[in-house]
């Protein structure tokens, strides 16, 4: 089933839905204001000498907003409040924003093309555009090959290569450009304007809100558990950094979850965190990567910790880990049911297992992340293939 998605939902994870609503009228902000004239003030009406002056009123400023930024500091009310001048600020289903102009996809920067004219949406004609991939569109593979432009029947000749990263699994992504930047140098992240592009097996890792990254090479994170060939190579392991973002259905008055998969290749060993015996090196343990599948990551910090089975926990927020007294001993992990209730260290375990994996308890599911609405919890994150033992 075709679902669809509402447009700033899907741009919390770096999607562009194709509802738009219609572009502003810039063109009567854009127009320069009449000349004023003004004679001298010593001149005499009617003086034949007399030399008139010219004062040209200033331009109108542009303004600071960015081409295609969905934050809130990126709503244009008018083209004037776009930094870049030669674009409009166009009104989508919720929000308006900054879009450049443009007559062909030369003109336009990577990761974007010239919309053609004639398309159902014609608010974003002539307009640089991002390209929607995917099953669903009829573009490609989620995590594999698509064609920048094929979405919206640019002429085949238009397209350009790129790779379909997930924004739903087997349904919807985004096609990104694919370049010929090396595994290991230096990046341009997408949307950021740059030309330095990964080749279509490297995935540009900025962290944070970097404005450079570095090509990392991709893997299969799904095949991490079952023995396959991930597509790492030698010596390296699949890291599955794969996440979820849930969205509101309004149509079906329903939370649909949206599962985003990636895996990326670092020096190391993956593992899985609810098997008996994990796998992992001396000194390390399995501890987990992501809240879609019990695939884990082998990690000198997920052991050495000093807190036992039920104690309370301090849970790792960013990339240092909490003091060994505060981290739970190896094959246990720091986590708690709900937003509002306490970590403590508790035993992974297989939601998808036909019997109750636990020797005590029941297999829950646990809270992985709040979601984008600090005022409600019906978006926040639960572990969807793995869980906790839980009275």
């Given at each position: 089933m075709m679902r669809n998605r509402s447009f700033v939902s899907l741009l919390a994870v770096g999607v562009l839905a194709v509802g738009i609503a219609g572009c502003s009228g810039g063109d009567e902000e854009d127009k320069k204001p009449d000349a004023g004239i003004s004679l001298p003030p010593d001149a005499a009406k009617g003086a034949?000498?007399?030399?008139?002056?010219?004062?040209?009123?200033?331009?109108?400023?542009?303004?600071?907003?960015?081409?295609?930024?969905?934050?809130?500091?990126?709503?244009?009310?008018?083209?004037?409040?776009?930094?870049?001048?030669?674009?409009?600020?166009?009104?989508?289903?919720?929000?308006?924003?900054?879009?450049?102009?443009c007559a062909k996809t030369s003109e336009c920067a990577t990761d974007l093309f010239c919309v053609p004219a004639g398309i159902t949406n014609g608010s974003i004609a002539n307009h640089c555009w991002v390209s929607i991939c995917g099953q669903d569109r009829s573009n490609g593979v989620t995590g594999g090959?698509?064609?920048?432009?094929?979405?919206?029947?640019?002429?085949?000749?238009?397209?350009?290569?790129?790779?379909?990263?997930?924004?739903?699994?087997?349904?919807i992504g985004l096609c990104w450009e694919v370049g010929a930047v090396a595994i290991g140098a230096a990046c341009d992240p997408p949307l950021t304007g740059g030309a330095r592009k990964c080749n279509a097996q490297g995935f540009c890792f900025a962290p944070g809100e970097a404005t450079e990254g570095t090509c990392i090479q991709r893997c299969d994170p799904k095949k991490v558990l079952s023995g396959e060939a991930t597509g790492c190579p030698e010596g390296t392991g699949c890291v599955d950094v794969s996440s979820m973002e849930l969205e509101y259905d309004s149509d079906e008055s329903k939370w649909l979850t949206n599962k985003l998969t990636l895996g990326l290749c670092d020096t190391g060993k993956a593992c899985s965190t609810v098997a008996a015996t994990s796998g992992c090196p001396d000194g390390t343990a399995c501890g987990p990567?992501?809240?879609?599948?019990?695939?884990?990551?082998?990690?000198?910090?997920?052991?050495g910790g000093q807190k036992a089975l039920d104690a309370t926990c301090t849970a790792q927020t960013g990339e240092t880990p909490p003091p060994a007294a505060e981290r739970?001993?190896?094959?246990?992990?720091?986590?708690?049911?709900?937003?509002?209730?306490?970590t403590t260290c508790q035993t992974p375990c297989d939601l998808d297992a036909q019997t109750n994996p636990c020797t005590t308890g029941t297999c829950k599911k646990i809270f992985w992340n709040a979601g984008s609405d600090a005022q409600s919890a019906d978006d926040d994150e639960y572990t969807?293939?793995?869980?906790?033992?839980?009275?």
């Open positions: 034949p000498d007399a030399k008139p002056t010219f004062t040209i009123d200033a331009a109108p400023q542009r303004g600071t907003v960015k081409d295609l930024d969905f934050s809130a500091a990126g709503k244009c009310n008018t083209s004037n409040d776009c930094a870049n001048p030669t674009s409009d600020c166009v009104s989508l289903t919720s929000t308006k924003i900054c879009i450049a102009k090959a698509c064609k920048i432009g094929a979405d919206r029947s640019l002429p085949a000749a238009d397209q350009k290569e790129g790779i379909c990263d997930p924004i739903d699994d087997d349904h990567t992501n809240p879609l599948r019990e695939t884990g990551w082998c990690d000198k910090d997920a052991t739970c001993v190896a094959g246990v992990y720091c986590a708690k049911s709900g937003p509002a209730v306490a969807i293939g793995w869980g906790t033992c839980q009275p």
